[in-house]
């Protein structure tokens, strides 16, 4: 988000980065603006809270049909529909903050919660309004989101599949309204070397990189390595990332007598993550749930062999046999299976299969060069950005333009 907002300020344009909560930086990451720049709505002062009230009061009428859809349509539950009140309520605060700031356009960065407060500042301050969409905030939590999509003038999101999945299920919806933008990744600064070249590589590597949280379902990954075990296989499982699951993860490790074996990592930054992608031999993504993952971008522009699920955006990005391999979502068996050929293909003594392998890396990487670099995608975000909120009596001079994003 943060090089997008740098993106569209080179352009000329006024960008305020907004969020509901101030946001904890992460160490060594790059995609949080520094917090001193950031408006954030908490902590709710009193006076503010009577100001959004009487706002909302004085511009009944631009809120009204998203009230009625909260109180008298659709299926949500009681506490949804409560959420819902209070999320207006802070739209109307949020609006309150964002008056002296004039702005003309106000982006939100999801479609979870935040969407539904942009969305009631935007019709307040009488500005334009579109979202984001990335993977589980629309295909698993996607509260109001057929509101949300009529009521944006844009909505950009990360992936044909997701392109399609928005009109497929909101057929209402005018398809120049869903754009596509890529993400993408940046070329590695140091050279790395295809598979099975690497002088002293014993032990058989896979590598996880992701939150561990239950979306990841780094579980599945723990249970194939018990199996791998069993069948005799010689590896070892790193798992860089921290989240909430990683307490029961430790538990089934455990269990399943895979403490010499698998290992997580905890949180990496960015300048060790380089040493780990040189380590494996295979880079593994085992979601229920995805948009299309950095990490596979990460992973196969560092010539690394990918295998993930075959769900959502992730087949635009790994080609069958091509670019990589896919796997039945949620087929443990499938999962093993794949990965122990690969196990053979590194270590034959063919030299047309390892041949073969060494064409997929290269493929893979030459895949994303083109595809999902980054500073290409990125120029093409604030090119399609702009071209969506430039209005015919606006000038063609975007220095007067103001950004908001959740």
């Given at each position: ?75 949500e539950s009681p506490m949804r529909r409560v959420k819902?009140?209070l999320h207006t309520w802070l739209g109307a605060y ?313």
């Open positions: 988000m943060s090089e997008e907002i740098q993106k569209l300020r080179k352009r000329g344009v006024k960008v305020i980065p907004g969020s509901v909560r101030r946001p904890d930086a992460v160490p060594g990451s790059h995609n949080t603006p520094g917090t001193e720049e950031i408006l954030c709505l908490q902590p709710i002062r009193g006076l503010i809270a009577l100001r959004a009230l009487g706002l909302a009061v004085r511009r009944w009428q631009k809120i009204s049909g998203l009230l009625s859809r909260v109180l008298l349509q659709g299926k819902a009140l949020y609006a309150v903050l964002l008056q002296e700031h004039h702005v003309d356009h106000i982006h939100v960065h999801h479609g979870y919660f935040g969407s539904w407060i942009g969305m009631v500042a935007a019709r307040l301050l009488d500005a334009g309004f579109s979202l984001t969409l990335h993977g589980s905030d629309l295909l698993v939590h996607r509260a109001y989101l057929d509101t949300k999509l009529e009521g944006c003038r844009f909505c950009i999101t990360i992936s044909e599949f997701n392109r399609r999945h928005i009109l497929e299920h909101y057929p209402g919806l005018e398809p120049a309204k869903i754009m596509v933008s890529r993400l993408g990744v940046d070329e590695p600064r140091v050279a790395f070397q295809p598979e099975g070249t690497r002088a002293g590589q014993h032990t058989f590597t896979l590598l996880s990189v992701g939150r561990l949280h239950a979306v990841k379902d780094h579980a599945f990954l723990v249970r194939a390595c018990t199996r791998l075990r069993d069948r005799g296989l010689r590896f070892e499982c790193l798992i860089a990332g921290e989240g909430p699951e990683r307490e029961p993860l430790e538990s089934l490790i455990r269990n399943n007598g895979l403490q010499e074996r698998v290992r997580l990592l905890g949180h990496i930054d960015r300048p060790r993550m380089d040493s780990l992608y040189a380590r494996a031999d295979v880079v593994v993504l085992t979601s229920r749930s995805e948009g299309i993952p950095l990490v596979l971008m990460e992973a196969m522009i560092r010539s690394r062999v990918v295998v993930a699920p075959a769900i959502t955006g992730i087949p635009e990005i790994i080609i069958p046999g091509k670019t990589g391999f896919l796997y039945e979502p949620g087929d443990l068996q499938d999962f093993v299976n794949r990965i122990l050929f690969l196990e053979t293909l590194l270590h034959s003594e063919d030299r047309y299969a390892r041949s073969a392998l060494h064409w997929i890396q290269h493929a893979a990487r030459v895949h994303v060069l083109h595809n999902f670099g980054r500073r290409e995608n990125l120029n093409q975000f604030a090119n399609q950005f702009l071209q969506r909120i430039a209005t015919e009596d606006r000038s063609s001079s975007h220095e007067d333009f103001v950004l908001q994003q959740i």
